[in-house]
């Protein structure tokens, strides 16, 4: 039956306008620029080499490991030895090689992510032993297309134990055509029987140099200016990590704006919240010349500006670092400030290692009351005051030698020293104190007449340890100031013998030779009290007047004795 016939007729829909393609979506540096060739991996030269290696000789292991901190390049690592297993070359006959071309079909394929033979899996969010029985049972099969079936696991060490156990046998002997490849960036995680199985790469955390000169690469080729300290600030904060260093590359270039400034430095330290070069020099100027008042007022106008406090001490760390670097003669950075340069140079001709150390474990307590206190910016701020009022402090060395000498130190006085003090005069940091004793008159060496009196000086001059050590197992074979030998028959350790030759330099105004020697050497110090001890006692126990109360006494006991040690 025919159906009936409409007196309308539909036309459809109207024709919709065609849209324009959409513009292709941004690329974050961090993916634009991931190493597409072993040649563009940056910081892994000894992994490269091995590689090639490998590849060339035909001795390919069956399992990789790349283990690292985040962002070095271990899953780009892993998708390019994949590509230089099942390169094919542009012609097609090519073989395994560590320089894939790139361009023929598994290169771009791998490069996509699309090859059908190199499977990606998160093992993050794949940690189930069904997961692992998937791949056993996929590995028996021929690759497809390519010449290798290569498995790549992200984050390996977040599979389960049951997941581990039931890869252990498919990745000690798998088919000749598979592939292994893990990355993880907690390898102490990972099991033992699984590390056993694979050929590890440590790869190592990418210096600063190496990141900065990258970055300067990537910005040129992004059409963008970028000052060298300003690469240099955030190749540090990445702290070895290309992808974080890219990523705040990126933050850095959207924080310039379209203004075509460029990325600065000062752009930089106000975007990671990074205290200012210059203004921690003036604060631990401040900070040198006792000035409590300025320090705290340097420290609040940088607070203000956002400034992390924990930040600020961080700087004032590696100011202090890099003072004693230089004072020891390490080669200057060549990405750093002439001013910064000239400024650590004045310090570490005018600072001595005592204070520098002292500064350094101010600094380093201050940084970790910091990080854990409920008042960042009132701890960092009692941190400087400490750091301050310490430089009152008497220097240790020349405190043993005032007591050594009998001279008694003044006291510390309870307010710290003037501001800055005049140009070309010394801070009170280098001077040991703002209100220093009066020097000791120069009296040349100090060489006790025996071993005995010695190590009482060492005692009294604060070495206890020292004396202690030296008193319960030092035995001299010989003593002629400035030099004696200790028996090898009872060791001193090699630590004991350094700590005490500075003690002794120090306290002695003079250098000592210690020697140990292969003789049997006199009684230790210690011996040698408790055999006078010894002695003392039995010349009471056999007097007369004692002989007479044991014979009335059978069980007399003799406790005191006249010349008897207090702790006997």
Known sequence: MTPPMSDSFDLGEPPQPVKAPDAPAYRVLARKYRPQTFSELIGQDAMVQTLGNAIKRDRLAHAFLMT????????????????????IGPDGDGGPTIDPCGVCEPCC?????????????????HTGVDDVREIIDASRYSAVTARFKIYIIDEVHMLSKN????????????????????????????????????????????????????????????GVVADPEALMLIARAAEGSARDGLSILDQAIAHAGLEGGGVTADAVRQMLGLSDRG?????????????????????????????????????????????????????????????????????AASLGYPALHRLWQLFLKGHDEVAKAALPIEAAEMALLRAIYASTLPDPGELARQIASGTTPAAAPTAPPPPTPPSGEAPPWNAGSAAKAPEPVATGPILPPTFEALVDLLDSSGGLAIAARLRHGARVVSYSPPEFALSGSRPVSADTLAELNTLLKTVTRTVWKVSIVD?????????????????????????????????????TKMENWPGQRSNA
Not at 68 to 80: E, Y
Not at 532 to 551: F, G, I, M, T
């Open 163 to 222: 997941a581990f156990n039931a890869l252990l046998k498919t990745l000690e002997e798998p088919p000749p055509h598979v592939k292994f490849l893990f990355a993880t960036t907690e390898v102490n995680k990972v099991p033992v029987t699984v590390l056993s199985r694979c050929q590890r790469f440590d790869l190592r955390r990418i210096s600063a140099e190496q990141l900065a000169k990258h970055f300067a690469w990537v910005s040129a080729e992004e």
């Open 279 to 347: 203004a921690v020099r003036d604060l631990l100027t401040l900070i040198l010349a006792g000035d409590g008042a300025g320090a705290l007022a340097s420290m609040r106008r940088q607070y203000d500006y956002g400034v992390d406090p924990l930040s600020v001490l961080r700087s004032l760390l590696e100011t202090v670092h890099g003072i004693t670097l230089t004072k020891v003669g390490t080669p200057a950075d060549a990405a750093q400030p002439m001013e910064e340069r000239a400024a650590r140079e004045e310090w």
């Open 68 to 87: 690292g901190v985040r962002g070095v390049g271990k899953t780009s690592t892993a998708r390019l030895i994949a590509k230089a297993l099942n390169c």
């Open 519 to 555: 003789a049997p050497g006199e009684p230790t110090l210690k011996e040698q009290a408790d055999t006078a001890e010894e002695a003392n006692r039995l010349k009471y126990w056999d007097s007369p007047l004692v002989r007479a109360a044991r014979e009335a006494f059978p069980d």
């Open 109 to 125: 394929a791998i490069a996509e992510g699309r090859h059908i033979d190199v499977i990606e899996m998160d093992a993050a969010s």
